[in-house]
């Protein structure tokens, strides 16, 4: 038999079907006008999307890695010392990525399962009355953790240091699913990618640039040619590309705002939040909690369920796939084996939820761990029962 099931893994995500036909165009010149005409009301969506009041949106074909690697290389410079939080495998592989790049990186060793870690980052901010510290890189949503962290509160760290770093953040798993506020927090770079709150398919690093950082690309030295900012916005002045873009992928962003915003972000916003909390009410029915260590941190796109002393999150994740075909995520570095994870964004609805929590339930018992079927689909169906949310059930 032939059947989709949804993917409750935290990236990449269901794609809707009017994404899917968005980005199935005839081929097109992108140096004619028409490619102009696609391409501006996506660039115009991501800026609202990211919250941004100034500055430019980059579209690069590439991923979320590739938005980290244009970050840093269009504004730093051969040597030059980065702040940093390691708090879980993707801040941890942006560090590596710094590190690779011959950057020094201060690494804010931290608790997986903690936040960005604000006030030991305002002290060595003010450690640093030299200015030593070029940027602090922050991961908004800890996509191996379940963590979201506190970027208004990292402004004001930096603004309380009179500190002036620039502040990169990777939104990749945050942004288009749960409040991003670009200019309200001073973000110089915020890093998304195509698959994941936008429910395309992987293939675009979306990025959104201050004018400050593009002020710092003018002198940053860091090699880059096929990332270079400044070959993007000289092109785009000539409503152009410097290379041939992913046109279908532009298309398909072009749609997925205009999705996100027929729903209201701030309905995107409270579903990804209420979908969040049926998951987190079924693993407190499992006698089970989050990876995040405190309820303000608990992240509205993704649940890593620390599981019970004897069991190893991995073996549910194998068995899903293999007995269900649903996908879930493994945990990752420091907590493999010890949590598996739950993704819940993008295009998914309360009814959809309950179908991973019903499967995640029956790996659990056919592992022999000490769960009663139906325990935690019942927690999130009494909450979604009686919390309100627009249902918006296309009919493409
Ligand atoms: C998925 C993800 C990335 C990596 O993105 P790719 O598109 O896989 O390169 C980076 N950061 C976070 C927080 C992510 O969730």
Known sequence: MYAQNPV?????????????????????????????RLFQPAVAGVRRVLGMAEGEVI??????????????????????????ARHGMFSHRWIDLCQRHGLNVEILETPWGEG??????????RADPGGQIKAVLAT?????TGVRSDIGGLRRALDAAKHPALLLVDGVSSIGSM???????????????SQKG??????????????????????????????????????YAAGGYPYTPAVGLIAGLAR?????EDEGLDAVYARHHRLAEGVRRAVAAWG??????????????????????????????????????VAFGVGLGEVAGKVFRIGHLGMLSDVMVLSGLATAEMCMADLGWPIKLGSGVAAAQEYYRGSTGALAIAAE
């Open 198 to 235: 936008f429910m395309l398919p992987a293939g675009l690093a979306i990025l959104g640039v201050s004018p400050k950082a593009l002020a710092t690309m003018q002198t940053a030295t860091l090699l880059r040619t096929f990332f270079d900012f400044r070959d993007m916005l000289k092109s």
């Open 288 to 325: 089970m909690r989050p990876c995040a260590a405190a309820p303000v941190l608990f992240s509205d796109t993704v649940t890593a369920v620390l599981v019970p002393d004897g069991c190893n999150g991995t073996d549910l994740v194998k068995l899903a796939a293999e007995k269900y075909g």
């Open 116 to 125: 960005v870690p604000l006030q030991r980052i305002e002290a060595a901010l």
């Open 59 to 84: 579209l690069l074909p590439s991923t979320g890695t590739g938005g980290w690697e244009a970050a840093i290389t269009n504004t730093l410079s051969p040597g030059d010392t980065v702040l940093a």
């Open 140 to 144: 908004h949503n800890e996509t191996a």
């Open 179 to 193: 409040p991003f506020d670009m200019a309200a927090w001073g973000v110089d770079i915020a890093v998304a990618g």
């Open 256 to 260: 997925a705002v205009e999705m996100l």
């Open 8 to 36: 409750f893994i935290p990236g990449p995500t269901n794609i809707p079907d009017p994404i899917r036909k968005a980005c199935d165009i005839p081929t097109l010149d992108h140096r004619s006008p028409a490619f102009a």
